[in-house]
């Protein structure tokens, strides 16, 4: 729960992502079981192929993320 998977700070993603097969679509952004050492704010995601930012579980804490233009879900998450 405590994992420090390092930082994500000031930083913009864009056109991440892509289609792997009919409706199996890859994320701008993916958190699977990111711990609540790391630290990730200030962040743009923008413009993907499927949800902006998912999370699979996990305990990390986002601050100040903008998603704009992406696909589906802005956010998203599952198992947690």
Known sequence: ADDNSGRLSYVRVEYGGF???PNREL????????????????VQVH??????LEFF???VDVKYVVITGN???????TGG
């Open 27 to 42: 994320n701008n952004l993916t958190l699977a079981g990111v711990g609540s050492r790391t630290q990730i704010d200030h």
């Open 19 to 21: 289609i792997v097969a």
């Open 57 to 59: 579980g996990g305990t």
């Open 71 to 77: 696909n589906d879900d802005g956010f998203d998450g």
């Open 47 to 52: 413009g993907g192929s499927d949800d902006g």
